[in-house]
């Protein structure tokens, strides 16, 4: 790792030579141990990392781009969470009209002891 960024430092050293016209192309080429054509690709590379470099960024970390993995599944979370609270809200509807039909059942329960009694009573 150390010997790369050593290697890519000697790179753009002598990139910055060609640019500041201290070397030619071809020169700076025969240094780095590679064609005028790569030398170029090298040197385009270089510029367009050192404008990206220099342009201004918001502060903070940068934003990550999900993968397909990850978006899939926080896509199947979502589903899940739908399904859940679809889940409760069944069981508490059903709740509700259980103690509505428990409801109903003792009101008619004390209607149908009622109408005995006065039945009774006559």
Known sequence: ????????RERAA?????????LTA???????????????KWEDRALQAMALALENHAPGRPA????AQKEELQSQVRD??????LAEKTIEVKDLLSA???????KN??????DEKRRSGK
Do not use: W
């Not at 899940?80 to 609270?85: A, F, S, T, V, W």
């Open 1 to 8: 790792m150390e010997k790369e960024k050593k290697l890519a």
């Open 14 to 22: 002598i990139i910055l030579q060609v640019r500041s016209g201290a």
């Open 26 to 40: 071809t020169e700076g080429a025969e240094r780095l141990g590679v064609s005028r054509k790569t030398y170029y």
């Open 64 to 67: 990550v781009l999900p993968d």
């Open 80 to 85: 899940l969470e739908k399904r859940l609270y």
């Open 100 to 106: 509505y039909d428990l409801y109903e059942a003792k």
């Open 109 to 114: 329960e004390k209607k149908k002891r009622k």
